[in-house]
């Protein structure tokens, strides 16, 4: 890239300002960010994450590699004018050239402060797509309600799934410039491991001879009743399957949802294990992943994740979900518990060679297109275009 050799010779990086809540481990925009800024290539580029709480261990791995970490030790949801004084403070003093936010709060916060924040360029990170708002608090509909007035101050929007840029769009967003850049899975990590087979004999439990793993947070977008619905038709198919659901949340939905499990008679079939924190062997115990969500979605980061492991996902027509699947799996529409029955049983139907084949491919085709290579080469291009250094 001829903009970064010129950069290199020249001493003077280019200095970018990391912009987000926290660095909680089990979110997805968070370790993608920390993928982007450990993935930066340093000769070129300076990072420099700003936080609002510190929080999550990706914080210690960045530290580990010379990144340096602000905290701005947010207090409360009111504690803004101190904030925004230690958040200008910041940027100014580092000399970003780039203030790149991610979701929410801190996409609100950087395009409010533009004019204060000197040369630097503001991009946003936006993630979903299609989201059901009324299903969620005031603080998330004002927030995206703010978004969108304010989508005309970055320089740059990113998102990480062509769905996420058509829903921003439909939404009213009025971006100066919006370009898709998709998640990159880190193949090197999340890649089948033979750590999967303890956890596979525990859920198991000598019970059945398959097991589909459901790994997704509790939350609406997931759709958890469409997956124990489509259980009971499964189940009424075939006697030799077995359930984990992997993920943590509030404690209500969990028990809504185990209500209703035990409402149709699947409950003996379903293991609940919570959040994880070796998901290698969380995709590696399964003989299949599956994605139930209705709606939200952009890059759902559990298909590429399953994929890279060696194991193919049947996933609702979410997002991206398709686009990432291609034919190493199966998309079925979103809630259509019988379509997604029906997907499963294909799938653990194939011949035992046939399957192993495509799991092989499909680990290739997840780091050919979507590994954390390309997508760090993607935004270094972006940042290069913004500030006229190609």
């Known amino acids: 890239m001829l903009g970064k050799t010129a950069i290199a010779a020249s001493n003077r990086k280019i200095k970018v300002v990391y912009l987000a809540r926290s660095l909680e481990a089990t979110g997805g925009a968070e370790q993608q960010l920390a993928r982007l800024v450990l993935g930066l290539d340093r000769s070129c580029f300076e990072p420099i994450v700003i936080l609002f709480y510190r929080v999550g261990e990706l914080i210690n791995q960045l530290e580990a590699k010379g990144v340096r970490v602000e905290v701005l030790d947010k207090r409360g949801r009111w504690d803004l004018v101190r904030q925004v004084f230690s958040l200008v403070r910041l940027v100014r003093h580092f000399g970003a050239d780039v203030v790149h936010s991610y979701l929410g709060p801190p996409n609100v916060a950087s395009a409010m ?65 919006l370009e898709v850049i998709e998640n990159g899975i880190d193949t090197q990590t999340f890649r089948n491991t033979p750590r999967g087979i303890e956890l596979r004999e525990r859920w198991l439990s000598g019970q059945g001879r398959f097991l589909i793993g459901l790994i997704a947070r509790l939350d609406p977008m997931k759709d958890h009743e469409n997956f124990l619905h489509a259980v009971r038709i499964a189940s009424s198919m075939r006697s030799d399957v077995r ?110 060679s046939t399957k192993r084949n495509m799991e092989i491919r499909a680990r290739d085709h997840i780091r050919r297109q979507f590994g954390v290579e390309p997508m760090v080469d993607r935004t270094e291009r972006a940042y290069l275009n913004l500030l006229g250094r190609v």
């Open 243 to 352: 359930f984990v659901c992997v993920g943590s949340g509030p404690s209500m939905l969990l028990a809504k949802y185990r209500t209703l499990a035990s409402s149709l008679g699947v409950d003996r079939l379903i293991t609940w294990v919570g959040e994880q924190q070796d998901m290698p062997a969380v995709y590696s115990a399964c003989d299949l992943t599956t994605l139930s969500s209705a709606f939200g979605e952009g890059f759902p980061n559990v298909v590429a994740e399953a994929l890279a492991c060696e194991r193919l996902s049947v996933s609702t027509n979410v997002g991206d979900a398709a686009a990432i699947l291609l034919t190493y799996g199966i998309v079925v529409p979103p809630r259509d518990p019988t379509a997604l029955a029906l997907a499963w049983h294909k799938i653990l139907d194939l011949d035992r």
């Open 113 to 177: 402060l533009y004019s204060l924040l000197g040369k630097s360029k503001v991009v946003w990170g936006l993630r979903a797509s299609d989201m059901d708002l009324r299903l969620y608090d005031w603080t998330r509909r004002g927030t995206f309600a703010l978004e969108r007035m304010l989508s005309r101050i970055p320089d740059l929007i990113v998102v990480n799934s062509a769905a996420g840029g058509e829903y921003l769009l439909r939404a009213g967003f009025e971006p100066r410039r």
